[in-house]
């Protein structure tokens, strides 16, 4: 590094200039870094259609199809998103775990185990690094639930951070030494995570060897000296961060030692350097591989033979969300592909004869309008100073600024459009977001105001803005100006940002009404497939779910429509679990999670057999929210407890008498196995298995280790290992499991300790259906 480049430049290099970049410093030779969201995709600088990226399955997803070769072939492709957006650090993995089922961004985390975690994040990581991009293994650590997430702190022992929330960033860092870590929002036993010496210097960096560079959460930093003292390379986002001028002046003032400045430097020059020449890998084809993982995900819990369909069965297809997929959950994590499959497009074009009806809807929110737009931009006088396309009618300009126009002179936005209506009747549009409005239709003014946040969290207000209502008489062929105005009140805001939308609805039947017509169409049909799930109301960031059950009148739907069809198939289309009352009185349950784009290709492959349901769940499913073990998301005085030690997911559930809906690990295929043989020798089980059923099949052969004996300190088993096996009809398979020497320790007194003693493998299909059990002793 130049040791002759002034302070400035250097405390420069480490500081947002904007929403994703660092800005260049061209006297250190460094020419700037692009950050970006993930981890279902590659968003870009910009959140628009406008700028399209592929939209992959929800990291649940990935994490039910157990398997460490789709998740490298997941980064590649990511690597190659990256780079053709000219993004050089990915914004991902999310390796937090579902601790309790409430915690709002579970769809964005893998599992409830902190080794399939970490093996899947670990694989993502090599294929993402291999394209010559970076990650930032995220959120540093126990970033668990969302309720007061910038400034909770969370109370947990050594034992429970090494064994369950470490844990999947130490498997990363050994197994895929990633450039890059993202520290958590909250604090750890008393110590904000962006400060935090002792985890980030210590743990992450001097005992684990991790060499990559440590970014905050965005608006994660709050202090310059503690932050550069306690580890963080890099505050994001900007311009007015901690870092920049405020750790210069720190460091001439003697309170940030130069040599930790240039420690700081150079990782981020370190990160530049590794980013740099880009990797000639072979393409990936990524409609292809969304495809493929969302069919592998699909987790089968239940099928009376109904699956897969036979014949050329007219099928009754049912549900707000068959129509309109909800492919990915809320959040930074979303992400704008250029089309999505719903189910029903996806369902016809495999030739299926489909008739629709809508049901209920898991959201009474409406959605972007969808006619013509232009954004118009003016300056606090009301001065034109640009207009521009709006794909559609939700607006987000942030950090920066559409051309032509300079924030600091921007007064008001509008969205206007033409919209010729198709049919006559009550049409709802809708303000979505905070500040003042003025909504304008035809000659009427129906809103000219302010509208109040509802949450004190800066995110959820953009995320999940408010929506205001309005029901419009329109009739068929009768156009109508729309307009919206947004006038901008920029105190407080730290970065230049635009966020509100235009939304609306068509006429529709009253839900009574709604319901019924599903009855009808499933009575006539051969097979009923109801497509049920959550909403942006109940999977998204900023906020935690109160409820596990499914929005709106969505059991009733089910229970009507299996009434009416004894052939009744649901798919329930959500990120993480919901109670599921009706699930034994229904033929078939198809978890789909958030599909990502292709989600009706990947759900006509799975219903037509074309392709097995490969999903294996990665988490415990409730049979309801009161049956959980650990449920509590809401920190009490700023403090969050994670009292339960390590007993979390199936690791609690064992010491309940209360069983859940389905256990961790299980789903079904549509051939069956059985399990013939395991060996146990120098830490490798070796298993065989042959595929009994009419068709080739894959498993996941899952291995649980067990003390022999009850030890009430330690879970009664834990997942030790997992392979993918292959087989065709009548063939066996043979696969090789090693049982890491980690996987008979626990955490005390600051150090590992294998307990000595004999143990049992379990070993089979999921957690509970484990046909052979091999005895060992260790060591
Ligand atoms: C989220 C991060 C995300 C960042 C940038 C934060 O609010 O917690 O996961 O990468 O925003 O969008």
Redesign the pocket.
Known sequence: MDQHAPVEARARLLAGQD??TLPAVPELGFHGLV?S??PIGVRGTRWTSGDPSIALPSPTALAATWDAGLARRVGSLLAQEARRKGVHVL??P?VNLHRSPLGG?HF?CFSEDPLLTGELAAAYVQGVQSGGVAV?V??FVA?DFETE?MTADVVVSERALRELYLLPFEIVVREAAPYGI?A??NGVNGTAMSEHGELLNGVLRDEWGFDGFVVS????ARDTVRAALGGLDVA??GPTTVYGPALAEAVREGAVPEKVLDEHVRRVLELARRTSSPAETPPVDGRALAREVASRSFTLLRNDGVLPLTGTPRVALIGGLAKEARVMGG???RVFPSHVVSPLEGLESAGLDVVYARGADPSRRLNPAAFPLRAIAYDTEGRLLGEYAQPDGSLQWIGQMPEGVDYGELGSVAIRGTFVPQTSGEHRIAIEGVGAFKLTVGDDVLFDGTVAPESDDP?AAFFFAPQTVFPVDLKQGMEVEVELVHRLVKDGMPLPFVGFGLMHREPTADPDTLLSEAEAVATAADVAVVVVGTSKEVES??FDRTSLKLPGRQDELVRRVAAANPRTIVVVNAGSPVEMPWREDVSAVLLTWFPGQEAGHALADVLTGTAEPGGRLPTTWPARLEDCPVTEVTPVDGVMRYDEGVFIGYRAWQRTNIPPAYEFGSGLGYTTWSYENASYADGVLTVTLRNTGPRPGREIVQTYLAPARRDENRPSRWLAAFAVAEAAPGESATVTLDIPDRAFAIWHDDAWHPIPGDYLLHTGHSLTDTPLTTPLAHP
């Open positions: 929403m994703w950050m969201d993930g914004l991902a999310t961004r964005e930032t995220k959120h970033n997430r993202m958590a929002y959460d965005w608006f994660g994001m986002p959040g930074s994590a995110f960031e900023g």
